[in-house]
């Protein structure tokens, strides 16, 4: 049993679980919280989750949790675990199902003044342009060899058929596309899943909002990224659909049965995992770079989407410029010095930004002196923000925080509130709402999430990643 006297307190929101704490921890576990929120920590599984991280073969520095963090599948939601390549696993739990779960934030030239005429029309036409809904997708099918391009492709397969521009591809992590993906390391399965749900939202926490810059907070990284007060922009929160989940599925289930070929123990099988770089452990990588390509596809394609509904309400005097999209549940090859020296490893992100600092080779060179635009979406109804890179983020492994954080399972949100007591209290608020299912919004009602201000500040304060500008909703359009 895991209490607060177990942890050392590193400064005000910096935690720490030492690895004396439990015989098979090969490193610390480290949590950003404030004291306050550390007490909610209790309330559930993640620590527990936390400290069975850091017993991952492989492991550096220590395990870490966000302060967004709450209990998942295998990590908590929130965890970033750096596996060293050389000699470490990899984990599709440690990822999630949602493969490339990501944000995508598009902004306009207008003010909230010129958009404010419009904005139930335009709502309502974006709603009616990209179909979300559990399983819902588009009435037009890709065929398998189409499904493969785009899982080797990513964006740059869509930009090449003209769904987008060429600044697309720079403002988007990774430019849309791990180049070590194979699609032959993807299942026939979760390929029919995925073909007719490119450029479709989904449902749960997926949302789509158009909001305004509602604070300046930063005002010289704000002009770097193209902000201003009162600015429309628009949200984009989703990830690889059903495609992304079968690839997850197929992995964790393999890799459960590969454990005891390999001798590999772990202190929860929900973490199944194979040697890194293992025959398996590479067609595993292969498919979830694949998954994670077909993600960024698929905000890519709804993207396509909002600028043509976009237009269509508004005509040509208003563009849709593509700020960042970034991913928030991924395994990828990245290199950090440990010890002194060069070490590449698979960080394992789940539930977490990647943030780099000013002058990160993989920052789009416009950005570079500033650093990497981070997108951190609030639940629904509330605010989100933009902060940017820090060079002090570099003890987290150049991770943040993803979102506000679940307090409430989405059965406990169906028992606190109605959906329909959720949108009069967003309507009231002047929040425009569109949801094909009132059960959806209960179930991501604002009460069964952290406060994202505090979520945030904690980032803010411990040098993880700075705040830039607070947005707030105008019209949310969601899946069921």
């Known amino acids: ?26 490193v610390p576990a480290r949590i950003y919280v404030s004291e306050k929120m550390l007490e909610d920590v209790f309330r559930d599984r993640s620590l527990e989750q936390l400290i069975n991280l850091c017993c991952l073969p492989g492991i550096q520095k220590y395990g870490i949790a966000m302060p967004d963090c709450h209990e998942g599948y295998s990590s908590p939601i929130g965890g970033v675990a750096a596996i060293r390549i050389s000699d470490g696993i990899i984990s599709p739990g440690m990822q999630g199902y949602d493969v490339n779960c990501g944000v995508r934030l598009l902004l306009s030239e207008c003010s909230e003044k010129e958009i404010k005429p419009h904005l139930e029309k335009l709502a309502t036409e974006i709603q009616k342009e990209v179909p979300s809904g559990l399983g819902r997708g588009r009435q037009i099918k890709l065929s398998i060899e189409q499904i493969d391009k785009i899982l080797e492709g990513g964006v740059k397969r869509l930009i090449s058929q003209g769904y987008g521009e060429k600044e697309d591809i720079e403002n988007c992590e990774a430019e849309g596309c791990l180049k070590w993906a194979d699609a032959s390391a993807v299942s026939f399965q979760a390929k029919n899943r995925g073909r007719d749900q490119v450029g479709t939202l989904g449902s749960g926490n997926h949302f789509l909002e158009i909001q305004k810059v509602a604070e ?14 009162d600015q429309i922009v628009v949200m984009v929160h989703c990830g690889s659909r059903g495609l ?21 123990k772990v202190p929860d099988r929900e973490f199944a995992c194979v040697p890194f770089n293992s025959p398996e452990g590479q067609r595993g990588l ?37 700020l960042y999209d970034v991913a928030h549940n991924i395994i990828k090859k990245e290199k950090y010095i440990i010890d002194g020296k060069e070490v590449e490893v698979a960080m394992h ?3 977490s930004t990647r943030a780099f600092p000013p002058g990160h080779p993989e920052i789009p060179e ?25 060079k002090e983020g570099e003890g987290a492994f150049y991770s943040t925080t993803h979102g506000a954080g679940r307090t409430m399972s989405r059965h406990a949100a169906i028992r606190a509130v109605s959906g329909s007591e959720v949108v009069r209290s967003l309507e009231s ?47 949310v359009i969601k899946g069921e």
Request: hydrophobic fraction near 45%; glycine fraction near 6%; charge should be positive.
């Open 1 to 26: 049993m895991i209490s607060k006297k177990d942890f050392t307190r590193i400064n005000d929101y910096l935690w720490e679980i030492p690895k004396s704490f439990r015989a098979d921890m090969k």
């Open 216 to 229: 300046v907070l930063d005002e010289k990284v704000a002009e770097a990224f193209s902000l201003f007060r």
């Open 244 to 264: 992304g989940h079968q690839v997850a599925t197929d992995y964790i289930r393999e890799f459960m049965r590969l454990m005891e070929k390999y001798k590999i």
């Open 286 to 322: 292969a498919a979830s770079a694949c998954a994670a390509n077909y993600a960024w596809a698929n905000r890519q394609m709804i993207a396509h989407f909002i600028r043509k509904a976009w237009k269509s309400i508004l005509g040509e005097r208003s563009s849709l410029r593509l």
């Open 349 to 351: 992100r789940k539930g």
């Open 366 to 390: 416009r950005y570079r002196e500033v650093g990497q635009p981070v997108l951190i979406p609030g639940s629904m109804g509330t605010a989100s923000y933009i902060l940017v890179g820090t």
């Open 429 to 475: 608020k002047g929040i425009i709402v569109k949801c094909w299912s009132l059960r959806g919004i209960a179930e991501e009602a604002p009460i069964a999430y952290k406060d994202i201000d505090n979520v945030v500040e904690v980032v803010h304060q411990a040098g993880l990643s700075k705040k830039v500008a607070k947005l707030a909703p105008l019209a």
